[in-house]
């Protein structure tokens, strides 16, 4: 499979395709071969730290919402264009859930990694609803919503965590 822009042509037919495509593709990091998923991930801590420290907690859970409602809008309109489900491309969707993740974390190094480690991992055997979304939900809300599902499920094991005293 072929990820780069090139490989897609007729993608950008608006400019309000374009900008979907690169927030969709979350400014780049859905291009890095085989983990655009990761590579999402990763992108994401900019934004979590400017957040955590600008805002705190609550400033990191409005900007995984306003991301996980950006990322909806933007990942509909790159699969439609793509004329696929689910393109392995789009990780605007690990954005969202990597905020969401770190908004249960402490502000730490420590828990920051625990944070990305636990998203990775829920991500990857997606329990329910995360699958449930995945496979029935239309569109970009199947995109996204399995990801902040997966998120729910490694803040929990983040705040468990914090509870029984193995992350401060």
Partial sequence: MTTSVAAHPGLH??????????????F??????????TAGSVGALPL?????????????LLGATVVTAVGI????????????????????????GVLFTLA???MSIAGT?????????FDQLKPWP??????????GWGIVLDDVFAA??????LLLARRLGYLA
């Fill in 113 to 121: 990694v625990a944070g990305f480690v636990l998203f990775r991992i």
């Fill in 13 to 26: 037919t608006t400019r309000t395709d374009a900008v979907a495509y690169v927030l969709s593709i979350w």
């Fill in 28 to 37: 780049g990091c859905g291009l890095v071969p085989r983990v655009p998923g």
């Fill in 104 to 106: 249960a974390a402490p």
């Fill in 130 to 139: 995360a699958r449930a979304a995945e496979r029935s939900l239309p569109g």
């Fill in 152 to 157: 729910a499920w490694a803040a929990g094991a």
């Fill in 48 to 60: 979590y730290w400017l957040l955590v420290r600008s805002a705190g907690t609550a400033g990191v």
């Fill in 73 to 96: 809008w933007s990942s509909q309109r790159t699969a439609r264009s793509l004329g696929q489900k689910d393109p392995q491309i789009i990780c605007i969707d690990e954005v969202a």
